[in-house]
């Protein structure tokens, strides 16, 4: 029966520690990485965290200090680079000591929004470590003071009466010295090189490895002599402590271990879009990216408005005959392009013959064979239409920055001249664009700032999503509106996850038996507001989520032309085009291969 129970802890404990390597896999976003613990040696050159060992006292096991120490060396390997710590550390030993609590605190401030569960857990072991430490040394007090000062800044942890009173005179004096960064600080946590720059400045201008050797000397004068000296155990146990807590960041346990572990472990979740056309997959409702869910700040301030509420009708008619002057050098070349989309297209819709039949035309070609015997029966053939699928093709353009000039001038005609060919063919087009209606954030960002600027807001820019023509307008109607392209002032930021998400939601509801979707831009999504307030993947990471639900998941075809850049890491069907010159050739081109042969799955 003993060796029963013994056992049974021990398998306990080993559960527990396959639960807490998963965990820090999970949060450390890194499978190469080797977990240890106690004096158990490394087995590889990997990545290695050691944590303590689980020691039992009166039965009771250091669940919590192992849970702290993992997941803080496991944030640290997440959003600590080593190279930027190192470029920006001060001289000295304590301010050595100071900078690199910093950068832990930095790495609590966003883990703390990234994994629920984890500021109660760091609270309360961050007051349980305190309340054994010996804070008689100078060098002790400074570097808890600085800690607990910077703790109750930036995550509000409640300062104990204990360590308030005998850390006062070392917080007043850090405050006078912080007070005017503290906000400046909070706003850079996400910014390694600003933030590290920044406290080692401020460190450094304390200038306390100078002075600590004087503060120790008058600290050792006044310490009673008879006092007995504290054994050597506990020296040994209080260094120890000191030791494992030295790399600590945070605490991101939750209730059940096991179960996190087992959830990292799935598949990232799909994006919520609609799909009406496919009633066998369900509606996903979240919208997880890597370990954070995408969001916005704020939808208030989006619009989605169409071409002419944006301009009055003579600035539009103005811009679209700046158009056509420039669609004049480009006329030519385009208009052969557009003339062979427009006969494959037709030759596929039109007509092909059944032969062989019993009546019918003549069938001439066979007259041969009733020549050579007469006993042949005559052939007849008969014409017959080709089914030919109700297309919708949508062209989604980048409206940012970064097009201004020529590339946004190409891509402008190329969208003008596809609309009139395909309309020719009998195939809806619309022309949509994507961009934001303010630089650096806006109304959105105005509105975060008023509330006192929450950590990591998610997407917080105002957008700006533009129909140019819709799918049941025609060309003529519309081609005014393709001119506001060319509108000074109105290209800006690009979110391409979300517009690519509008134009799939737009498309989805329509009842054409086929929909194409072409994306033009020149790079990844840029937005100063939202990238600067968020991880610098943000929006990448959610447009390559969106990408692979519509490529994987949709009855949507989707292809992409990047100028300038290579944007096939974001799509399966995409190609790169140096010179805008090129770009009505391969729109085009790509997308009589797609009509042409339907099945096909990859560009050339």
């Not at 509105?447 to 140019?468: A, Q, T």
Request: hydrophobic share 30%.
């Amino acid at each position: 029966m003993f060796q029963f129970k013994v056992d049974n802890k021990k398998e306990k404990l080993e559960d527990f520690k396959t639960a807490i390597s998963s965990t820090i896999r999970s949060i450390s976003n890194s499978n190469k990485i080797e977990v240890t613990f106690g004096n158990q040696p490394s087995k590889s050159n990997e990545i290695s965290i050691k944590l303590p060992d689980l020691n039992s006292d009166n039965n009771k096991f250091n669940y919590e200090e192992v849970r702290a120490v993992a997941d803080s060396k496991s944030l640290r390997i997440r959003f600590s680079d080593k190279k930027i710590l190192k470029r920006y550390e001060p001289q000295g030993n304590i301010s050595k000591k100071l900078y690199n609590i910093a950068e832990k605190i930095r790495c609590e401030i966003i883990g703390t929004t990234y994994f629920r569960g984890i500021r109660s857990n760091i609270e309360k072991f961050y007051h349980k470590r305190v309340e054994d430490l010996d804070l008689k040394n100078s060098e002790d007090r400074i570097i808890e003071s600085f800690e607990n000062y910077l703790r109750v800044k930036f995550l509000n942890f409640v300062s104990q009466g204990q360590i308030e009173k005998k850390l006062k005179s070392y917080k007043k004096d850090l405050n006078s010295q912080f007070k005017d960064k503290i906000d400046e600080l909070k706003e850079s946590a996400l910014d390694q090189k600003k933030f590290n720059s920044l406290i080692s400045q401020l460190i450094s201008n304390m200038t306390l490895d100078e002075n600590i050797d004087e503060e120790q000397k008058n600290d050792e004068d006044n310490k009673d002599k008879n006092k007995p000296s504290k054994p050597q155990s506990q020296e040994k146990s209080t260094k120890e402590k000191k030791e494992n807590y030295e790399e600590m960041t945070i605490d991101s346990s939750v209730p059940d271990l096991e179960n996190i572990a087992t959830e990292s472990d799935k598949a990232d979740e799909e994006i919520e879009l609609e799909d009406s056309s496919r009633p066998d997959l369900k509606k996903r409702k979240s919208s997880t990216f890597g370990d954070l869910k995408y969001k916005s700040y704020t939808e208030e301030f989006d619009e989605i408005i169409k071409a002419e509420e944006l301009e009055v009708a003579d600035e539009l008619a103005r811009l679209r005959k700046n158009l056509d002057q420039q669609l004049l050098q480009l006329k030519n070349f385009i208009s052969k392009l557009a003339n062979k989309l427009q006969r494959k297209l037709l030759a596929k819709q039109n007509r092909s013959w059944n032969f062989d039949l019993e009546e019918g035309l003549l069938d001439t070609s066979k007259l041969t064979r009733i020549v050579i015997d007469p006993f042949n029966s005559l052939s007849f053939k008969k014409e017959k239409d080709i089914e030919f699928k109700d297309t919708l093709v949508t062209i989604l353009i980048d409206n940012s920055g970064s097009m201004r000039g020529k590339p946004i001038s190409v891509a402008a005609i190329c969208a003008d001249i596809l609309s009139r060919t395909l309309e020719r063919c009998m195939v809806k087009v619309e022309i949509l664009g994507f961009t934001t209606k303010h630089w650096k954030g806006g109304s959105s960002r105005e509105k975060w700032m008023k509330s006192e600027k929450p950590i990591l807001p998610g997407r917080l820019n105002d957008l700006r999503h533009i129909i140019y023509k819709s799918a049941d307008t025609p060309w003529r109607q519309a081609k005014n509106n393709i001119g506001l392209m060319l509108k000074e002032g109105l290209l800006k930021e690009n979110i391409d996850g979300e517009a690519l998400r509008w134009a799939f939601n737009k498309m989805n509801k329509r009842k054409e038996d086929r929909k194409i979707l072409m994306v033009i831009s020149d790079g990844a999504p840029v937005d100063d507001s939202t990238l600067s307030t968020n991880t610098s993947d943000y929006l990448e990471t959610n447009l390559k989520k969106t990408v692979k639900w519509i490529e994987n998941k949709s009855n949507i075809e989707l292809l992409a032309i990047g100028i300038g850049h290579d944007v096939t890491r974001y799509y399966n069907r995409a190609i790169k085009i140096t010179d805008v010159q090129d770009l009505g050739d391969v729109m085009i081109n790509q997308l009589s291969d797609l009509f042409v042969d339907g099945n096909k799955k990859t560009l050339h």
